[in-house]
């Protein structure tokens, strides 16, 4: 099992950029896909962004495609997701997820089983 830690959350205009991290220790983290989930109040958790174990390919989601970027660094164990262009839409809690040993990237939260407790990302119009 590995342990997430997320942080770089906050508050931004519109058309405002953050950085978010997801800090990872107790496993091997180079061998676990790695997620960005989101989930703002009374909606569904929907999938952001993701990033593979192999070659970093990635995946994301419509609603971001072109404004979120996710990269890793595996000396630091950890997965970054930059977003730019921010809209108030974007506003949730942020999550990042592990998925170890898979070969592709799912977008299903369920197939996720290790979570970070989330970062509040607001965006104010």
């Known amino acids: 099992q590995v342990q997430l830690v997320e942080s770089g959350g906050g508050l931004v205009q519109a058309g405002g950029s953050l950085r978010l991290s997801c800090a990872a220790s107790g496993g091997t983290f180079i061998t676990y896909v790695m997620g960005w989930f989101r989930q703002a109040p009374e909606k569904e958790r929907e999938f952001v962004s993701g990033?593979?174990?192999?070659?970093?390919?990635?995946v994301y989601a419509d609603s971001v495609k072109s404004r979120f970027t996710i990269s890793r660094d595996n000396a630091k164990n950890t997965v970054y997701l930059q977003m730019n262009s921010l809209k108030p839409e974007d506003t949730a809690v942020y999550y990042c997820?592990?998925?170890?040993?898979?070969?592709?990237?799912?977008?299903?939260?369920?197939?996720?089983?290790?979570w970070g407790q989330g970062t509040q990302v607001t965006v104010s119009s």
């Open positions: 997820a592990a998925a170890r040993l898979l070969y592709t990237v799912p977008t299903a939260a369920t197939r996720y089983d290790n």
């Open positions: 990033i593979d174990w192999r070659a970093g390919g990635t």
